[in-house]
């Protein structure tokens, strides 16, 4: 299936907000409830999404988005933490990157960093860095699993623990009220897990929204990562959490408009 730019957005929205209505998609676009219809039906053949009365919702936990419309999703959340991630690590350092989007603002923000090691199974991290040839990557063998770029399963595992790097950056795709870390398959956390113990400091970076943001396969603690890094102030509930898990708290000083 061919999604076009308005299908991909309207996954992003939908996937920020838990579900919307067809009127109020249609006045976000500026286009007729019916064209909007047209849209989510064919985004929900496709089960992308879940028709609802009145609308559309996600899909379930265990279902996660195409890697092109989690791109769509906070970019501006995502894009500072990748610049205060990058400011904090020097060139001629060595680090892993987890597959995910943030990991991949991270690396975006740091092309202007030289003669970087970098150890990662996300290609759009390889590809992001790549420019710079000073700079020496190293990816795994095997399958590229599409369209998210990128490669899991022992292989990779193997890989980031026949490394030590300065930093290991990695995403997650939930973390739950009591801490612990979710992701969309064991495989992916098996990996995140690797990067951890393979790595001097440990990075988690993780928009707001990622708290109570449900998926099936448990791994790891919020309080394993060294230093945590949000997009912004947490609230009272996440600051509790964060506080009780012991992790080290950055975040951008100026709050999002």
């Given amino acids: 299936m061919n999604i076009s730019d308005r299908q991909t957005k309207i996954l992003a929205l939908v996937e920020a907000h838990g579900a919307m209505t067809i009127e109020t998609l249609a ?39 195409s890697y ?70 190293f990816i795994p063998g095997g399958m590229i699993r599409l369209p ?33 870390l979710v992701d969309f398959d064991q495989q992916e956390a098996a990996a995140r897990e690797a990067i951890r113990m393979s790595c001097r400091t440990s990075i988690l970076v993780a928009d707001r929204s990622k708290f109570s943001r449900p998926a099936p396969a448990k791994r790891g603690r919020l309080g394993d990562a060294d230093i945590l890094v949000l997009d912004g102030p947490p609230t009272l509930e996440m600051a509790a959490l964060i506080e009780s898990e012991g992790v080290s708290l950055r975040y951008p000083e100026e709050e999002l408009a």
Avoid: W
């Avoid at 419309?69 to 970019?75: D, E, F, G």
């Avoid at 990779?156 to 973390?175: H, K, L, P, S, T």
């Fill in 148 to 180: 998210d770029r990128d490669l899991i399963g022992q292989e990779v595992e193997a890989m980031f623990n026949g490394y030590r790097a300065d930093f290991g950056i990695y995403g997650v795709a939930g973390v739950e009220p009591d801490g612990a």
């Fill in 68 to 137: 092109d419309s989690r791109r769509l999703s906070h970019p501006e959340a995502k894009r500072r933490i990748g610049q205060l991630v990058a400011a904090m690590i020097p060139s001629r350092a060595s680090l892993m990157f987890s597959i995910g989007t943030t990991p991949e603002m991270v690396a975006a923000a740091m092309v202007d960093h030289d003669d970087l090691t970098v150890v990662t199974n996300n290609l759009n991290v390889a590809m992001a860095l790549s420019p710079n040839n000073s700079n020496r990557i």
């Fill in 27 to 65: 006045e976000e676009f500026g286009v007729s409830p019916q064209t909007i219809r047209r849209d989510v039906n064919m985004l929900c053949s496709a089960d992308q999404l879940r028709r609802r009365h009145g609308g559309v919702e996600r899909m379930s936990a265990g279902v996660n988005l």
